[in-house]
């Protein structure tokens, strides 16, 4: 393949082509157009156009996704992106996490702003931060900051808590 690393130690570029390794150390680009900037233990699985701007152990194993930093970040989702923050996951489609700890992102057009332990599963809903609020089995959903709030639908069907807001608590 056509694969450019262009300094650092022990970084690896495998499986695909176009892939760049900018610097850093034991860093592996498996992705098709991938770039890792650099960092330590940075990997991009076999994905087109992953993206991580550096860090310790992020991974990426969906298509077009971009980490740009932090520490033990995993975007799996297409088009998922995680700011940075540590040990963060956005595991479905067109999702974000902007940073902080812990935070699970699982349904698609979702967002955490930061915060720690936060989960949103939940389509089209935003948590902005605070901890351990959730939102799950609804959609179109708010909360704004806090402690331990909770949207809880049983489906997604109209009239399950959709469209709710929690502002803080």
Known sequence: GYGFIGGGSNNKIDCRN???IAGGAGNIN???TSFIGGGNSNNINIVNSGTIGGGLGNSISGNYSTIGGGQGNLA???YATISGGYQNTVSLNFSTI???YQNTVSNIYSAIV???RN???AISSTISGG???TITCSGYSFIGAG???KIQGWNYSPGNNQNSFIGNG
């Open 131 to 133: 901890c351990c609020n």
């Open 98 to 100: 902007s940073g902080g």
């Open 30 to 32: 498996c992705g098709f």
């Open 114 to 116: 930061g915060g720690y």
């Open 147 to 149: 402690q331990s709030n």
């Open 119 to 121: 989960i949103n599963n």
């Open 18 to 20: 176009y892939a760049v």
């Open 76 to 78: 799996s989702g297409n």
